[in-house]
Protein backbone atom coordinates (compact mmCIF):
# COMPACT_ATOMS: atom_id res chain seq x y z
CA UNK A 1 0.00 0.00 0.00
CA UNK A 2 2.88 2.39 0.56
CA UNK A 3 4.00 1.79 -2.79
CA UNK A 4 0.38 2.53 -4.37
CA UNK A 5 0.68 5.70 -1.97
CA UNK A 6 3.96 6.70 -3.83
CA UNK A 7 2.99 6.39 -7.30
CA UNK A 8 -0.73 8.20 -6.53
CA UNK A 9 1.96 11.22 -5.08
CA UNK A 10 4.04 10.87 -8.05
CA UNK A 11 2.43 13.30 -10.14
CA UNK A 12 2.07 15.92 -6.89
CA UNK A 13 5.50 15.83 -6.50
CA UNK A 14 5.98 16.79 -9.92
CA UNK A 15 3.16 19.39 -9.34
CA UNK A 16 5.79 20.88 -6.26
CA UNK A 17 8.97 20.79 -8.12
CA UNK A 18 8.31 24.55 -10.07
CA UNK A 19 6.17 25.58 -6.61
CA UNK A 20 8.86 24.70 -4.25
CA UNK A 21 11.56 26.34 -6.30
CA UNK A 22 10.41 29.69 -6.60
CA UNK A 23 9.54 29.65 -3.07
CA UNK A 24 13.40 29.24 -2.78
CA UNK A 25 14.00 31.92 -4.79
CA UNK A 26 11.77 34.21 -2.63
CA UNK A 27 13.09 33.08 0.33
CA UNK A 28 16.56 33.82 -0.66
CA UNK A 29 15.54 37.60 -1.98
CA UNK A 30 13.97 37.83 1.56
CA UNK A 31 16.63 37.40 3.40
CA UNK A 32 15.94 33.54 4.56
CA UNK A 33 19.11 31.75 5.19
CA UNK A 34 19.42 28.02 3.50
CA UNK A 35 18.48 26.37 6.79
CA UNK A 36 15.74 28.61 7.63
CA UNK A 37 13.79 27.82 4.03
CA UNK A 38 15.00 24.10 4.41
CA UNK A 39 13.14 24.00 8.34
CA UNK A 40 9.92 25.81 6.65
CA UNK A 41 9.42 23.81 3.87
CA UNK A 42 9.89 21.02 6.37
CA UNK A 43 7.90 22.08 9.41
CA UNK A 44 5.36 23.87 7.53
CA UNK A 45 4.65 22.02 4.60
CA UNK A 46 1.91 24.60 3.42
CA UNK A 47 2.39 26.55 0.00
CA UNK A 48 0.38 29.20 0.58
CA UNK A 49 1.15 29.53 4.29
CA UNK A 50 4.62 29.84 3.61
CA UNK A 51 4.30 32.26 0.81
CA UNK A 52 2.21 34.85 2.55
CA UNK A 53 4.73 34.33 5.49
CA UNK A 54 7.51 35.45 3.58
CA UNK A 55 5.34 38.37 2.78
CA UNK A 56 4.96 39.15 6.26
CA UNK A 57 8.48 38.73 7.19
CA UNK A 58 9.41 41.54 4.22
CA UNK A 59 7.07 43.83 5.73
CA UNK A 60 8.13 43.47 9.37
CA UNK A 61 5.70 41.55 10.44
CA UNK A 62 6.05 39.84 14.38
CA UNK A 63 5.86 36.23 15.05
CA UNK A 64 2.33 36.31 16.41
CA UNK A 65 0.67 37.91 13.74
CA UNK A 66 2.13 35.46 11.20
CA UNK A 67 1.28 32.90 13.52
CA UNK A 68 -2.64 34.01 13.58
CA UNK A 69 -2.55 34.54 10.08
CA UNK A 70 -1.21 31.10 8.88
CA UNK A 71 -3.80 29.36 10.96
CA UNK A 72 -6.78 31.53 9.64
CA UNK A 73 -5.44 30.86 6.27
CA UNK A 74 -4.88 27.10 7.13
CA UNK A 75 -8.11 26.54 9.39
CA UNK A 76 -9.65 24.66 6.57
CA UNK A 77 -7.21 21.52 7.46
CA UNK A 78 -9.13 20.59 10.11
CA UNK A 79 -12.31 20.17 7.85
CA UNK A 80 -10.06 18.01 5.27
CA UNK A 81 -8.54 15.93 8.17
CA UNK A 82 -12.70 15.19 9.59
CA UNK A 83 -13.42 14.29 5.59
CA UNK A 84 -10.51 11.76 5.78
CA UNK A 85 -11.11 11.05 8.68
CA UNK A 86 -14.58 9.03 7.20
CA UNK A 87 -12.47 7.19 4.99
CA UNK A 88 -9.35 6.23 7.00
CA UNK A 89 -9.21 2.45 8.14
CA UNK A 90 -8.94 1.94 11.89
CA UNK A 91 -5.56 2.21 12.48
CA UNK A 92 -3.42 3.77 15.62
CA UNK A 93 -4.18 7.33 16.75
CA UNK A 94 -0.51 8.15 16.42
CA UNK A 95 -0.60 7.04 13.06
CA UNK A 96 -3.40 9.31 11.59
CA UNK A 97 -1.89 12.32 13.83
CA UNK A 98 1.46 11.31 11.59
CA UNK A 99 -0.39 11.26 8.02
CA UNK A 100 -2.42 14.47 9.31
CA UNK A 101 0.59 16.46 9.02
CA UNK A 102 0.85 16.22 5.49
CA UNK A 103 -2.78 16.52 4.26
CA UNK A 104 -2.53 19.67 1.74
CA UNK A 105 -4.96 20.70 -0.66
CA UNK A 106 -2.98 18.33 -3.11
CA UNK A 107 -2.88 15.06 -1.28
CA UNK A 108 -6.44 15.59 0.40
CA UNK A 109 -8.00 15.43 -3.34
CA UNK A 110 -6.04 12.53 -3.86
CA UNK A 111 -6.91 10.46 -1.09
CA UNK A 112 -10.45 11.88 -1.29
CA UNK A 113 -10.95 10.33 -4.83
CA UNK A 114 -9.48 6.94 -3.87
CA UNK A 115 -11.62 3.87 -4.22
CA UNK A 116 -12.04 2.82 -1.11
CA UNK A 117 -10.95 3.12 2.44
CA UNK A 118 -6.97 4.75 3.07
CA UNK A 119 -4.72 3.20 4.96
CA UNK A 120 -1.88 4.93 7.25
CA UNK A 121 0.69 3.13 4.59
CA UNK A 122 -0.96 4.45 1.56
CA UNK A 123 -1.05 7.71 3.24
CA UNK A 124 2.66 7.69 4.16
CA UNK A 125 3.10 6.89 0.63
CA UNK A 126 1.39 9.83 -0.65
CA UNK A 127 3.07 11.80 1.81
CA UNK A 128 6.55 10.63 1.46
CA UNK A 129 6.93 11.81 -2.38
CA UNK A 130 4.84 15.32 -2.10
CA UNK A 131 6.71 16.15 1.04
CA UNK A 132 10.32 15.01 -0.53
CA UNK A 133 9.57 17.03 -3.28
CA UNK A 134 8.85 20.17 -1.48
CA UNK A 135 11.54 20.27 1.14
CA UNK A 136 14.22 19.09 -1.66
CA UNK A 137 13.09 22.05 -4.15
CA UNK A 138 12.65 24.59 -1.58
CA UNK A 139 15.99 24.13 -0.59
CA UNK A 140 17.55 23.62 -4.45
CA UNK A 141 15.79 26.99 -5.47
CA UNK A 142 17.11 29.08 -2.53
CA UNK A 143 20.68 27.19 -3.32
CA UNK A 144 19.72 28.79 -7.34
CA UNK A 145 18.58 31.60 -6.49
CA UNK A 146 22.53 32.59 -4.67
CA UNK A 147 23.98 32.95 -7.81
CA UNK A 148 21.51 34.59 -9.70
CA UNK A 149 22.99 38.36 -9.90
CA UNK A 150 21.42 40.88 -6.91
CA UNK A 151 18.97 42.86 -9.19
CA UNK A 152 17.77 39.58 -10.27
CA UNK A 153 17.04 38.50 -6.48
CA UNK A 154 15.22 42.19 -5.81
CA UNK A 155 13.11 42.13 -8.59
CA UNK A 156 11.72 38.30 -7.35
CA UNK A 157 10.42 40.13 -4.59
CA UNK A 158 8.01 41.58 -7.24
CA UNK A 159 7.02 37.94 -8.23
CA UNK A 160 5.59 37.60 -4.82
CA UNK A 161 2.69 39.39 -5.21
CA UNK A 162 1.93 38.40 -8.68
CA UNK A 163 1.44 34.88 -7.54
CA UNK A 164 -1.45 36.10 -5.46
CA UNK A 165 -3.02 38.11 -7.97
CA UNK A 166 -2.71 34.47 -10.30
CA UNK A 167 -4.15 33.16 -6.87
CA UNK A 168 -7.09 35.52 -7.06
CA UNK A 169 -8.15 35.83 -10.47
CA UNK A 170 -9.34 32.41 -11.04
CA UNK A 171 -11.71 33.14 -8.07
CA UNK A 172 -12.78 35.87 -8.77
CA UNK A 173 -13.53 34.73 -12.00
CA UNK A 174 -15.94 31.78 -10.85
CA UNK A 175 -17.52 33.49 -7.43
CA UNK A 176 -18.68 37.09 -7.11
CA UNK A 177 -18.00 36.87 -3.36
CA UNK A 178 -14.42 36.44 -3.79
CA UNK A 179 -13.79 39.82 -5.68
CA UNK A 180 -16.14 41.82 -2.96
CA UNK A 181 -13.98 39.84 -0.22
CA UNK A 182 -10.54 40.94 -1.78
CA UNK A 183 -11.70 44.83 -2.42
CA UNK A 184 -13.43 45.04 0.82
CA UNK A 185 -10.38 43.48 3.14
CA UNK A 186 -7.68 45.52 0.39
CA UNK A 187 -9.84 48.76 1.65
CA UNK A 188 -9.69 48.32 5.25
CA UNK A 189 -6.56 47.35 5.06
CA UNK A 190 -5.28 50.29 3.93
CA UNK A 191 -8.10 52.54 6.49
CA UNK A 192 -5.92 50.54 9.28
CA UNK A 193 -2.96 51.13 8.15
CA UNK A 194 -3.21 55.20 6.69
CA UNK A 195 -5.82 56.12 9.23
CA UNK A 196 -5.73 54.16 12.51
CA UNK A 197 -1.86 53.25 12.27
CA UNK A 198 -2.59 49.89 13.34
CA UNK A 199 1.12 47.72 12.94
CA UNK A 200 1.09 46.22 9.33
CA UNK A 201 0.70 42.46 10.79
CA UNK A 202 -2.51 43.04 12.71
CA UNK A 203 -3.74 45.35 10.00
CA UNK A 204 -3.76 42.27 7.68
CA UNK A 205 -5.69 39.85 10.68
CA UNK A 206 -8.23 41.90 11.35
CA UNK A 207 -9.19 43.28 7.64
CA UNK A 208 -9.01 39.77 7.04
CA UNK A 209 -11.16 38.14 9.75
CA UNK A 210 -13.57 41.58 9.44
CA UNK A 211 -14.09 41.30 5.93
CA UNK A 212 -14.87 37.15 5.88
CA UNK A 213 -17.23 37.35 8.55
CA UNK A 214 -19.53 41.11 7.16
CA UNK A 215 -19.24 39.16 3.82
CA UNK A 216 -20.67 35.74 4.89
CA UNK A 217 -23.31 37.86 6.75
CA UNK A 218 -24.30 39.35 3.87
CA UNK A 219 -24.31 36.49 1.83
CA UNK A 220 -26.52 34.96 4.68
CA UNK A 221 -28.98 37.86 4.74
CA UNK A 222 -29.17 37.63 1.07
CA UNK A 223 -30.44 34.16 1.11
CA UNK A 224 -32.93 35.00 4.19
CA UNK A 225 -34.30 37.42 1.73
CA UNK A 226 -34.42 35.34 -1.29
CA UNK A 227 -35.98 32.52 0.70
CA UNK A 228 -38.90 34.50 2.13
CA UNK A 229 -40.08 35.68 -1.26
Known sequence: MFRDGVKSGTAIAIGYAPV??????????????????????MIVFAGAAQY???????????PFEIILTTFI????HFLMSASLNEKAEHDALWKKAL??????????????????????????????????????????GHIVGGYLPETVQIGLSV?????????????VKTERKALWLAVCS?????ALLLWLNVPKGWA?????????????WIVEKRKETEYVR
Open 20 to 41: ALTFGLLAKSTGLSLMDTTLMS
Open 52 to 62: ISLNLLSLGTG
Open 73 to 76: LNIR
Open 99 to 140: YAFGITDETFSVAAMKEGTISASYMFGLIFISYSSWVVHSAI
Open 159 to 171: ALYAMFVGLLVPA
Open 186 to 190: GLMNC
Open 204 to 216: IVISTIVSAICMQ
